[in-house]
């Protein structure tokens, strides 16, 4: 058996509709654009506040926040979680300011220590107490948006539903609800928290605010995409948005449209190579950034490499009057 | 120091020749070791008996060293996330080197492992440098990035017919156990790599982690040193992909060098001092893990590094949390004590030293306190022998206690008020402050001042008995004895 097998255009377009059945495929990559969508919306809050390993930090140290939930309640909640994971957030959000704050170590070593550990604790529960808690490193480390689906569903209107997509659906509608509902505070808070703090808006309320939805999402993204593909689901839509375009609500609506192109490229990509959906998913993002990064006709390396040529030509024949 | 840390690092080297030279090669797996009680465990384990045992600790000691040598650069240069996105961008790397030669040779996964994750670093460079993207969220994306493609490669190993058994998992959350003498030897050698190096261009590594723009100024290549350190970490990386893991040897790298950073300013010592740790994380790491049969050893060390960390950040003598507390605990302390002796001592100066004794209510009023609140200062006073009470028995329906200094309370009084009244005088004088602009400044030096600098003020001021506002200063003569000449 071949590692990459060959690629024909027409299969690769069609496969994953034909030969699977389009039913989980669908779902796949609706699944997909929601988790993408609702990560790629408050992403765009992170990566404008400089935050964007914080939300890598707090992906990773949500696991302890579960485990710890899951261990005690022997359950698996989906209101526990979210409470766990709530919590687990905001001690991260706070350790990270702590040790910042209190001592001279500076803030990029306080966020890298934290993190690490509270993952090193969810990890060492996880594998002691395998039996009790029901969640695997596989699924922290790959995501497993490819096989939860079909365990348990509700029929809606006709058709059945998975139950993790209509949980995601759910997420992503408060999270937009919210997003929209303090648009103007997020925005002027992340742009300029002197005026934010003038105007009578509290910053701080709006920061741990924004912590908390971003935890949130990471919780309901977790088994899909794990903990660590997750950032990428943040930060990519947002970053490659960004080279096209300067204006904060073109790109948040850029950034949706992104997310549903990550989710349907990475299933063709995934059914083409045969390999994990949610990497194939950030792979995508990964080579639609390099080629924003590229051919961008505002910030793109073509333009540049275009304007210095030009640069060089003029200095090397000055032009006289 | 610095032949102290040759010392060591031939130490290291020496006690590693021998140990593989001496073990035997076919090392029993750690998790087929089905002893139970726990002091059976702990003695086998510090026994060194078990090959599988040695080359572990051998190996998390020499990964501590080298990950705390080099982690110390990062830390303070704030490349600290650097690590974490290295580490990450590795994982193509390794498949891509599992996959050249289709078994799990340690070189191939190392060449392979370094150049991705040179590549990575290279590749945040690029995105800072080329447009507006910041360089937390290149990093983001590098990481996340790489990660992906090394995922999606791992996936389709996996299904290769010989993938399945290639225990490529073990890379994530580390197997101290799982070391060989191949893994060993590149430990041992990027570590002895990594020491001399910095030996080596130590001067060269400490301007440019503080100072780039001098370091380019003065003529050093600043960028050839970055790209150096970036190698080295990478390398470091790489070697503790087997006892750590990908996800977690960015701790290995800023936790243990975050901890120096807590207890010293000086960075050979910061060297040293993150070098232990690491090699104490290191080996509590694998005895934990050994412990628990077949546990992964990455969360354990991890987990150790993070408890000295969490203990420098409480207890550190210079920087720790707790200390610092209470020395700030100390010094309001002090200065109140110091506050109440000098109103005692105004007191006493209103009645021209001629009364002894100063009532509470007296004190009250001249600190602007009710009794409560005067009598509570003034325990304070006695619990440090600043002053005695005693019962005035001339009135007794005006009954009050009295305060009387002893000779120590009373230094102390004439120190303060000294040190206040010399300042005055010298702002006054010295840096033509009027005086009556003065009082504030003087109340927060005087508790600072120590003795030699009073003694330089005076002899500026040439030994002055008068303050700008025309009270008398008490002079050294009235800190020697007991009592001021009346």
């Known amino acids: 058996m071949e590692l990459i097998p060959t690629f024909d255009f027409k299969s690769f377009l069609t496969a994953p509709w034909i030969d699977g059945g389009w039913e989980s495929s669908i779902w796949i990559v609706i699944m997909g654009i929601l988790v993408n969508t609702a990560c790629g919306l408050v992403g765009n809050f992170l990566v404008l506040r400089k935050m964007a390993l914080v939300g890598d930090a707090i992906s990773h140290s949500l696991l302890p926040g579960i485990a710890i939930v899951f261990l005690l309640s022997n359950s698996r909640s989906t209101g526990l979680m979210v409470a766990g994971a709530l919590a687990a957030g905001l001690v991260t959000v706070w350790l990270i300011e702590f040790i910042h704050k209190k001592t001279r170590v500076k803030e990029d070593a306080a966020l890298g220590v934290t993190f690490t550990t509270l993952f090193a604790i969810g990890v060492i529960l996880i594998s002691v107490f395998a039996d009790h808690v029901d969640l695997d490193l596989e699924c922290v480390l790959y995501g497993e948006i490819g096989f939860i689906y079909f365990d348990d569903s509700l029929p809606l209107i006709g058709i059945e539903v998975p139950w993790p997509v209509l949980q995601m659906a759910g997420a992503l509608l408060l999270v937009t609800a919210l997003l929209l509902l303090f648009y103007k505070e997020l925005l002027v808070t992340s742009f300029d928290s002197g005026l934010a703090t003038s105007l009578g808006i509290p910053v701080s309320w709006a920061h741990y605010g924004l912590m908390m939805v971003l935890s949130l999402v990471i919780v309901f993204s977790f088994e899909s995409v794990g903990a660590i593909l997750v950032i990428a689901m943040l930060i990519m839509p947002s970053v490659t948005s960004a080279l096209l375009s300067e204006r904060l609500p073109n790109i948040l609506r850029l950034s949706v449209v992104f997310a549903a192109l990550y989710s349907i490229g990475g299933l063709h990509l995934a059914t083409w190579l045969d390999c994990s959906p949610a990497g194939a998913m950030v792979v995508c993002g990964f080579l639609l950034f390099c080629l924003v990064w590229l051919v961008s006709p505002r910030r793109g390396l073509i333009l540049l490499w275009v304007k210095k040529l030009k640069a060089r030509g003029q200095l090397e024949s000055p032009s006289l009057p | ?486």
């Open chain 2, 1 to 486: 120091m610095i032949k102290r840390s040759r010392l060591c690092a031939s130490l290291a080297l020496g006690i590693t020749s021998f140990l593989v030279l001496t073990g035997e090669i076919h090392a029993a797996k750690i998790s087929e070791i089905s002893d139970s009680h726990l002091i059976e465990q702990f003695v086998r384990f510090f026994s060194f008996k078990d090959p599988s045992v040695r080359y572990a600790v051998l190996g998390s000691l020499l990964l501590g060293t080298c990950c705390g040598l080099l982690g110390s650069f990062i830390v303070v240069r704030k490349l600290a996330l650097m690590g974490d996105t290295l580490s990450h961008a590795v994982l193509p790397g390794v498949a891509l080197g599992f996959l050249w030669t289709m078994t799990k040779d340690p070189w191939a996964i190392f060449i392979g492992a370094t150049i991705a994750g040179l590549l990575g670093t290279v590749v945040v460079h690029w995105i800072h440098t080329t447009t507006h993207i910041k360089e937390d969220s290149a990093m983001g994306l590098v990481l996340s990035g790489f990660y992906a493609i090394g995922i999606c490669l791992f996936t389709m190993i996996q299904r290769l017919p010989t993938g399945n058994k290639a225990g490529l998992d073990k890379f994530m959350f580390g197997q101290a156990a799982a070391l060989g003498s191949d893994d060993l030897w590149m430990i041992a050698i990027v570590t002895a790599a990594a020491g001399f190096l910095i030996l080596l261009l130590y001067k060269e590594f400490l301007v440019t982690s503080f100072d780039s723009q001098f370091a380019s100024a003065i003529g050093l290549p600043a960028n050839f040193i970055h790209y150096l350190l970036m190698l080295l970490l990478a390398f470091s990386v790489v070697i503790g992909l087997q006892a750590v893991g990908i996800v977690l040897i960015s701790a290995m790298l800023i936790t243990p060098a975050a901890t120096a950073f807590l207890l010293t300013d000086r960075m050979h010592r910061m060297l040293l001092y993150a070098s232990l740790f690491g090699m104490c994380s290191g080996l509590l790491g694998s005895f934990f893990s050994y412990l628990g049969n077949s546990l992964p050893t990455g969360p354990f060390m991890i987990i150790s590094a993070s408890m000295l960390f969490t203990l420098a950040l409480l207890f550190g003598n210079r920087y720790g949390i707790i200390p610092r507390k209470l020395r700030h605990l100390n010094r309001t302390h002090r200065i109140q004590i110091e506050n109440t002796l000098k109103a005692i001592y105004r007191i006493r100066e209103k009645s021209h030293f001629k009364e002894e004794a100063v009532s509470i209510q007296q004190f009250g009023e001249q600190r602007n306190l009710p009794i409560i609140e005067a009598e509570k200062e003034v325990k304070r006073l006695i619990k440090e022998r600043y002053v005695t009470l005693s019962k005035s028995n001339l009135d007794e329906f005006n009954q009050s206690q009295l305060i009387y200094l002893t000779p120590s309370g009373w230094k102390t009084a004439c120190r303060i008020v000294r040190n206040h009244r010399l300042w005055e005088l010298y702002l006054t004088e010295s840096a033509q402050y009027e005086p009556d602009h003065v009082h504030d400044d003087a109340e927060e030096i005087e508790h600072i001042l120590g003795e030699a600098t009073v003694r330089e003020l005076e002899r500026r001021l040439d030994f002055p008995t008068v303050d700008p506002h025309g009270k008398l200063i008490p002079s050294i003569i009235d800190l020697g004895d007991g009592h001021k000449a009346n």
